[in-house]
């Protein structure tokens, strides 16, 4: 019996060949690709590890001259498969001709599935009549392995028409929406406009904040403000009306407090009620997907890196599957393994082995459970033991944060005390909040969750405090905040906007086409004008509902309820109806979006003539710099980095009132490389000083 294993990737084909040989697997090269071979005297087993995806879905080759296919002529174009890889195939193909046995053995979800199916349906073009089954698992650890391949399960079929039906719609979507808006703007090679079903209702969201933001005309308030004493400690109290809206009703009240007949600074006040509320809170649930690219992003590791270094942890052993939708441990998951497994991790104490070994020693464990419950594969957790020096800091924040999820996951509840104290002092009431922990709880397993503590007095009604002094501040109303990536993550999973396994590719292909960045999110001119010309002339590619409905239908394909035919033909009918009202609005949608690319290059005033700063590339050197619109009759100019990505921020320097900017210096953006922020002016007393 010769067996072939089909990975999705050579680390998972490697330790897979390395669990099932117990250690005793070659490695040949075929073709120059790593081949891992075993054998057990009854036959020979060799494990190949793909490069992902082996095909792709494509336009045959007579539609893609942009400039001679109109798009709308792309929505009912054939589809094809191409190789992505022709030395992966061809490896493929050898190996299977002389194997009896096929084992698929990637990824469990849709896309593992498909490319699992792409795998069989090359083989069978050498060996039609091969057996083929499927090894379902959802980690890379001896046991999961050996169950896996000793109960080998027919392949999901549907699971990957659903994967295909994505690969359609959005090949037909994209190329149709990408093609028109870039040949509309002239915007051609390197520099075509990215239009997406998923990406372009997100970077909708992220417009509609930035204009709301935009139109918000911010609206002054008063706050009073005191400090109170009492045996020594002091404490802050606001004045019960949080805000007052008229100056003069607040200053009214400060006169007061300031009355010498009220006693002024070192007034006496008495607190005339208070209040102390107990409040148990649970652990957090354990990490899906979503929850867990959250956390990670509010540790300052981006969605996309997150799940780069989650999937590297994963093909060493380290952590289960991580493109998951469950938030509910199923009955089978040995828990109690799982701490046992990181007991032994020593990182000083309250670290994650002493913490495993403190739940073992409980009488009973009881896990937090999600609002949701799937069968495909478990929550993120631990699946293996590493050293905190056996790991990059990167990799090792993400494998703790994990660790300490899933011991937060099944520590005791936190109990906090919040107390409210009204002191009254010359009539005017003002009120103290504090907040302090009676029982840690889960706080120290997960210390991510845990909230700031406010210390104030233990006090008792008819008590009396001294004022020390009162304030009033000016302040006005805030815009709503941007979307950090790791709110924008729980967003579009609240919108159904993508799956758990693309929605942090989509973030990543918004700072690839500069249509935002930093973080929080910032959309460029060149995003709002895509946005707004989508959503005024295309509204269907710029809401949620389309594209949850999509996703609707290909959760009915995966499940067999639906064909992927008639959910990519549904697909093509709306595609036609928006690019009707694209090619009627064909003027307006290019106009907007190439003012919105000018408004890119504009970094800010002219300081001599107060004409635009814009960003121009030197015909002769292809150099770039900053020069002045008033040109020739103002020749203002400054000099630029000449690589990277440059993006006026709207701010002036303060020592010398020159436009700032940002430097991109790597394609990946904010979700790469750091950016750089300077002022344009080479002779900024900030320069000198940083030399």
């Known amino acids: 019996m010769r067996e072939l294993i089909v990975c999705e990737k050579n680390n998972a084909a490697k330790r897979i060949a390395h669990i099932l040989s117990a250690g005793k697997a070659r490695m040949e090269k075929v073709y120059n690709l790593p081949v891992y071979v075993f054998g057990n005297g009854e036959g020979e087993t060799r494990c190949l590890g793909l490069k992902g995806h082996i095909l792709k879905v494509d336009f045959p080759i007579q539609y893609q001259d942009w400039e001679k296919v109109e798009p709308a002529k792309l929505i009912d174009a054939p589809i094809v498969k191409v190789p992505i890889h022709k030395s992966v195939v061809k490896v493929l193909q050898k190996l299977a001709e002389e194997a009896d046995f096929i084992i698929i053995g990637t990824d469990f979800d849709r896309e593992g599935e498909l490319i699992g199916v792409d795998a069989i349906n090359k083989i069978k073009e050498v060996n039609p009549g091969v057996r083929v089954r499927r090894a379902r698992f959802s980690a890379l650890t001896e046991l999961e392995i050996k169950r896996a391949f000793s109960g080998l399960e027919d392949v999901y079929m549907d699971l990957a028409q659903a994967g295909e039906a994505r690969q359609d719609i959005d090949l037909v979507w994209g190329a149709t929406l990408t093609r028109f808006l870039s040949l509309a703007s002239r915007r051609l090679w390197k520099q075509f406009l990215s239009v997406g079903r998923v990406q372009s209702p997100t970077l909708c969201l992220i417009a509609e904040r930035e204009r709301e933001r935009q139109a918000f005309i911010p609206k002054p308030y008063w706050q009073i403000k005191a400090l109170f004493e009492c045996e020594g400690e002091k404490f802050s109290a606001n004045h019960k009306t949080d805000k007052f809206w008229e100056k003069e009703k607040a200053e009214g009240v400060l006169s007061k407090l300031l009355d010498p007949a009220v006693g002024g600074a070192g007034g006496i006040g008495h607190i005339s009620k208070v209040d102390r509320t107990l409040r148990r809170l649970a652990p957090p649930s354990p990490f899906n997907t979503t929850a867990f690219l959250s956390a990670a992003a509010s540790l300052g590791i981006s969605p996309s890196s997150a799940m780069r270094i989650a999937e590297g942890l994963y093909m060493e052993g380290l952590i289960s599957y991580p493109r998951v939708d469950n938030t509910v441990y199923p009955p089978s998951l040995d828990i109690k393994g799982i701490l046992r497994l990181l007991a032994p991790m020593d990182i000083g104490a309250g670290g994650i082995g002493e913490l495993a070994g403190e739940l073992l020693g409980l009488d009973k464990l009881v896990p937090t459970r999600g609002a949701k419950e799937a069968t495909d594969h478990p929550p993120i957790h631990p699946t293996g033991l590493a050293r905190k020096a056996d790991l990059s800091p990167r990799n090792w924040k993400v494998y703790e944060l994990i660790c300490r999820r899933f011991l937060g996951t099944l520590a005791p509840q936190a109990v906090i005390e919040n107390v409210r104290v009204d002191v009254n002092i010359g009539g005017e009431i003002f009120i103290a909040r504090g907040t302090s922990v009676i029982e840690e709880g889960w706080f120290r397993f997960y210390p991510y969750g845990r909230r700031r503590e406010e210390k104030i007095p233990h006090l008792q009604q008819g008590d009396e405090v001294k004022l020390v002094k009162s304030t009033l501040e000016e302040k006005e109303t805030q815009p709503p905040l941007r979307y950090t990536q790791g709110r924008l993550i729980l967003k579009m999973e609240e919108l159904e906007l993508g799956t758990k396994a693309t929605r942090h590719e989509i973030i990543k292909n918004l700072y690839d086409r500069r249509y935002v960045h930093g973080d929080p999110i910032v959309p460029t001119e060149m995003g709002l004008s895509v946005a707004e010309a989508l959503g005024r002339y295309a509204r269907e590619i710029s809401t949620p509902e389309m594209t949850a409905s999509l996703e609707k239908d290909m959760n009915a394909i995966a499940e067999g309820r639906v064909s992927r035919e008639a959910v990519v033909g549904r697909s093509r009918d709306m595609l036609v109806s928006v690019m009707l009202a694209l090619e009627k609005n064909k003027k307006e949608v290019a106009s907007e979006i190439r003012e919105g690319i000018k408004g890119d290059r504009v970094v800010g005033k002219c300081p001599r003539c107060g004409q635009d700063l814009r ?49 991109l210096s790597r394609p990946k953006g904010a979700c790469g490389g750091k950016p750089w922020i300077l002022c344009i002016d080479l002779s900024c007393p900030t320069k000198q000083k940083k030399e």
């Open 615 to 663: 960003i121009i590339r030197a015909k002769k050197t292809r150099k770039r710099f900053v020069g002045c619109t008033g040109y020739p009759a103002c020749s203002t100019s400054y000099p630029l980095p000449q690589y990277g990505e440059v993006i006026a921020l709207g701010e002036t320097c303060e020592a010398c009132g020159a436009p700032k900017v940002k430097v």
